[in-house]
């Protein structure tokens, strides 16, 4: 069993940055490939970027390349999402997710573990 708790979700005016952190429990965080998606209202859950269980793979939602960043520090099982250049249609509850597997997963049936969700609130 896996625990996610989330942190570093705020309200922040567009064209500003956000870090987002995921702590994980357990031993074995290094062996999950670990997501990160958002949901906001109305919508369905979608996915933002993934993170392989080394950290040398890595992908992005389109809508988010150039300007999100994910890492991981296994040593303090954590994965990060760093948000640069927000605009107001990423604002969302954003979800970190780990997944037993190697490879990075872009899909919200990857995952088999997940955070209660931060918030995150980009005003115009």
């Known amino acids: 069993q896996v625990q996610l708790v989330e942190s570093g979700g705020g309200l922040v005016q567009a064209g500003g940055s956000l870090r987002l952190s995921c702590a994980a429990s357990g031993r074995t965080f290094s062996s999950y490939a670990m997501g990160w998606f958002r949901q906001a209202p109305g919508k369905e859950r979608g996915f933002v970027a993934a993170i392989n269980w080394s950290g040398g793979s890595t992908s992005y939602a389109d809508s988010v390349k150039g300007r999100f960043t994910i890492s991981r520090d296994n040593a303090k099982n954590t994965v990060y999402l760093q948000m640069n250049s927000l605009k107001p249609e990423d604002t969302a509850v954003y979800y970190c997710?780990?997944?037993?597997?190697?490879?990075?997963?872009?899909?919200?049936?990857?995952?088999?573990?997940w955070g209660q969700g931060t918030q995150v609130t980009v005003s115009s």
């Open positions: 997710a780990a997944g037993i597997r190697r490879t990075l997963a872009t899909i919200v049936t990857g995952y088999d573990y």
